[in-house]
């Protein structure tokens, strides 16, 4: 099946420990995202990748840094300067920039 | 600055009773307008695009239509299974083309 997987389901982070969030999608996509979600807010976009070896910062981007080194994989890493981490995390993806997209089911991150 | 505010915030229904849900929004030129369901500890799940004034779009019990300044989404009969957050979506024109900015959602749940 084609889809989008995001991996661990839930991710717990030691002060000044980095993390990395995997996002991985078998549709042939060219376009990814990378989205944090707070209760009673609505997505907000960390980073954008159009192509590999392209991504563009999302209105969130401090604390946070992404790699884009095949088309099928987007990780992001959640920096220690980064200082309220705990949020829901979702990573997307579409044909292109233009056309709906498609997203995982989330990585749950919370602080030790 | 792109707004979207979604109203009501949360809605409960009897199986059955049929209902909308509103996004209003504000953009310099809507390139898009989503609609996506959300389930608890999952990720969006896509439903439809509208593009321009007058659109409208069916699948199964639920209808979005779109307006200059809003958009609608009907749920007829629903059931308990439709219950879930309604999140709506614009894209704008202009350089971040391929933002979405997203709206607070809408919690509606579904009695027997």
């Known amino acids: 099946d084609g889809g989008i997987t995001q991996s661990p389901k839930y991710l717990f982070r030691k002060e000044g420990q980095n993390v990395t969030l995997s996002c991985e999608q078998n549709l042939n996509h060219d376009a990814m995202y990378w989205y944090r979600q707070d209760p009673g807010q609505g997505l907000r976009l960390i980073y954008y990748?159009?192509?590999?070896?392209?991504?563009q910062k999302g209105d969130i981007a401090e604390g946070y840094s992404v790699s884009r080194e095949k088309k099928e994989s987007f990780p992001l890493t959640v920096t220690s300067a980064q200082k309220n981490p705990t949020a829901f995390y979702l990573c997307a993806s579409s044909i292109d920039s233009q056309r709906p997209q498609h997203f995982g089911d989330g990585t749950r991150l919370s602080i030790l | 600055e792109d707004q979207v505010t979604q109203s009501p915030e949360a809605l409960r229904l009897q199986e059955g009773e049929s209902s909308s849900l509103n996004c209003s929004y504000t953009?310099?030129?809507?390139?898009?307008l989503f609609w996506y369901r959300q389930d608890p500890g999952k990720g969006p799940e896509f439903l439809f695009t509208l593009y321009s004034a007058g659109e409208e779009k069916e699948k199964e019990r639920l209808k979005a239509t779109l307006t200059k300044k809003e958009s609608f989404l009907h749920i007829t009969a629903p059931k308990p299974e439709d219950s879930a957050t309604y999140l709506c979506a614009v894209r704008a024109s202009g350089g971040s083309n391929y933002k979405l900015t997203f709206g607070k959602g809408t919690l509606l749940t579904v009695n027997p």
């Open positions: 990748s159009q192509i590999v070896n392209d991504f």
């Open positions: 953009v310099s030129g809507l390139r898009g």
